[in-house]
């Protein structure tokens, strides 16, 4: 996408109507130089990806007044995402470095009052490292550099401390970039524009990133082709002996790309195959190449035939109960790619007609991936995938489902309000869009006031071949227009633990919980979205009477003491709650 | 749609057919001081040229761009 393509689009914006998007963001900016055309660019790029933004833009040069006064536009403006921006540089003298920065401190607590009354995130670019200056290359004597040094690690501590601040790393983009393609001479002394347009673009793109998570849109799977991506050359050709993978190169940089995907691994991102190949072949790479770094339990899925790419791309999405367009494909052979796009054109196809030395650097280039914090689960997640395909096999084998339910020995621990437990049900509302009833978005502030203020039930689930982790949430807060009634606000699980009975027993558990807090009518909406069917499918079936029904909303109504009598003991689950106040 | 009608086209909004020699800021109020930035920006890159800022500044329409771009060694029929 190139920044023409952008502006043009940011120039329809008077002309579109809001109401033909499935989603809208509200962006407040804040700069300390002319951000015309970085708001522009930005408004370009929400668009070209579906969403319609709604901006605030803090007037030039009003930064400090806007924040030191709390009753300012931008503290009354309800933003999702905030985006900060604040450039020193050796070329033009700032306010906020002068006096030795003596100004930045204050207005760094002005930054944190703004983040605890946002419920929206906050992204903070770090500030630009000055490459050049009149100290030459001596860093360490030049002040500026020392000044930027600490106000980025101060940043750094207050993300450390603020659940909705994010620090961007500005230094990265530009070291990958360079500073000469980055910074505007001119504009800067011009018309105080001190990047180029292309930087912006790139900016934009890392920012976008932000707010796309916050959407539930982030990818989620790398889907891997073999021959001539994991290992060089054609292994039905050349066999497991000549394929080329090792310390030499080319070997080495295919062996590195495999270290890299094992960092994504690492990370909770999924890996799953998609080739065209005998098995048999690949299973002895995997088995007797001494140079494989990746291993079959890495793989969440395998598509390893001779079948079209775009029907096991549909296969592979069933597998792993992801939506297509949270995968990304890497494939060297272009028509692949090209069937791929015109078939299942949800999926993300970068270009990768490459040498492999560059492969890495693709994969790291593409800002698709979650820019957020990890969670404990995050890292297990391709671990319990992979213990998934072992459930499966022992399902194949025993004979009934409720025998195998039984067998599973599946295990709640739920816990209620538990504040160490926000960044991952944030996260889980984020994140997840199959299973769940509303699809609304939380931020680590919204989910801490609800716990303040409702229910905020999560259940850990393990079964006899390992733990999940934290996938269950339901949030149950008052009615305040109904006497002794409850609305069930959130109530979703990871797809990962669906089929297996835990839905039914978490919802169970709940009419127990919200009838022993004293409620006596549940009022259940549910909000269709592009994904959820799975999650009507349930709610159908546990035959609810509706309360109202219209073609946007729908509420169903758990008549809580008649629901409960009516309650079968659940034979296969056990349920453990501890109630901590 | 040469590169540079295009430029226009998309940075001002308008119909392509609307890029005239006697297109200015005076006549066009998509043409105001942060659309001249941006048009000044894009063309450097698409043309691969450099204006310093007072030959940016000098230029009051269409056809002044035109001779710009041409005195720098861009090609306008592109």
């Known amino acids: 996408m190139d920044s023409l393509t952008y502006f043009k689009l940011a120039n329809s914006l008077p002309e579109l109507n809001p109401g033909d998007f499935s989603q809208k963001i509200k962006v407040n900016l804040l700069t300390n130089f002319t951000d015309d055309i970085l708001a522009k660019m930005l408004t370009g790029a929400f668009i070209n990806v579906g969403i319609y933004p709604e901006f605030f833009k803090v007037p030039y040069k009003q930064y400090v007044v806007y924040l030191k006064n709390k009753d300012s536009k931008l503290f009354s403006a309800p933003a999702q995402v905030t985006y900060i921006f604040f450039d020193i540089s050796s070329y033009m003298p700032s306010e906020l470095a002068a006096q030795s920065g003596e100004e930045f401190p204050g207005l760094l607590e002005d930054i944190k009052d703004y983040c605890q009354k946002q419920q929206g995130i906050v992204v903070m670019n770090s500030f630009i490292r000055p490459y050049v200056s009149a100290y030459g290359n001596l860093y360490g004597d030049n002040p500026l550099f020392n000044l930027v040094g600490s106000f980025n690690d101060r940043l750094q501590k207050l993300a450390a401390e603020l659940p909705n601040f994010y620090v961007f790393d500005t230094n990265q983009l530009i070291h990958s970039v360079g500073e000469d393609s980055a910074r505007d001479m001119r504009g800067m002394y011009a018309f105080d524009i001190p990047f180029k347009t292309d930087f912006f673009e790139q900016l934009t793109r890392h920012w976008i990133n932000y707010a796309l998570n916050l959407l539930g849109r982030v990818k989620k799977c790398i889907v891997l082709d073999l021959d001539n991506v994991l290992w060089g050359g054609v292994l039905g050709e050349v066999g497991v002996d000549g394929i080329a993978l090792g310390p030499t190169y080319p070997g080495v940089a295919f062996q590195n790309f495999q270290r890299a995907l094992l960092e994504y691994y690492e990370r909770g991102v999924l890996l799953a195959i998609n080739s065209r190949n005998n098995e048999r072949d690949v299973e002895e790479v995997f088995s007797q190449h001494p140079y494989m770094l990746l291993k079959p339990q890495h793989f969440a899925a395998s598509r390893i035939n001779w079948k079209n790419k775009a029907d096991n791309f549909l296969e592979i999405a069933k597998e792993l109960n992801l939506g297509l367009d949270s995968m990304v494909f890497l494939d060297d052979d272009p028509v692949n790619r090209d069937w791929v796009r015109q078939n299942v054109g949800q999926v993300l196809v970068p270009e990768f007609s490459l040498e492999p030395e560059y492969y890495s650097k693709t994969l790291h280039d593409l800002p698709v991936f979650t820019p957020f914090n990890l969670t404990a689960e995050d890292k297990l997640k391709g671990q319990m995938y992979s213990q998934e395909k072992r459930r499966t096999s022992a399902q194949a084998a025993s004979q009934t489902f409720d025998d195998y339910l039984k067998q599973l020995l599946v295990k709640l621990e739920i816990s209620l309000n538990n504040a160490s437990q926000i960044p991952r049900l944030s996260q889980m509302t984020l994140k997840t869009n199959q299973f769940n009833f509303t699809t609304k978005r939380y931020t680590e502030k919204d989910i801490e006031k609800l716990m303040q203020e409702g229910l905020v039930f999560a259940a850990d689930i393990s079964d006899k071949f390992g733990g999940y982790g934290i996938t269950a949430l339901a949030i149950i807060t008052k009615d305040p227009g109904k006497e002794g009634g409850a609305i069930l606000d959130s109530f979703l699980l990871s797809c990962r633990v669906l089929g297996r009975g835990v839905e039914r027993s978490f919802f169970d558990f709940l009419i127990g919980q919200a009838f022993a807090a004293g409620f006596k009518v549940l009022s259940v909406p549910f909000f269709a979205s592009a994904k959820n069917v799975p999650a009507r499918e349930f709610l159908d079936k546990l035959g609810l009477s509706v309360e109202l029904e219209t073609n946007e909303s729908l509420i169903r109504r758990v008549v809580i003491p008649e629901y409960l009598s009516n309650l079968a003991e659940p034979e296969s689950i056990t349920i453990n709650y501890e109630k901590k106040i | ?78």
Not at chain 2, 15 to 42: C, F, G, H, R, Y
Request: overall charge negative.
């Open chain 2, 1 to 78: 749609m040469s590169k540079l009608s295009k430029i226009f086209s998309s940075v001002l909004n308008i119909d392509e057919s609307k890029i005239v020699p006697e297109l200015s800021p005076q006549n066009t109020s998509s043409w105001d001081s942060l659309n001249a930035i941006i048009l000044i920006t894009e063309i450097e890159k698409v043309f691969n040229i450099k204006f310093n800022y007072d030959e940016a500044m000098d230029v009051k329409n269409y056809n002044d761009v035109l001779v710009l771009v041409k005195a720098k060694g861009g090609d306008t029929n592109a």
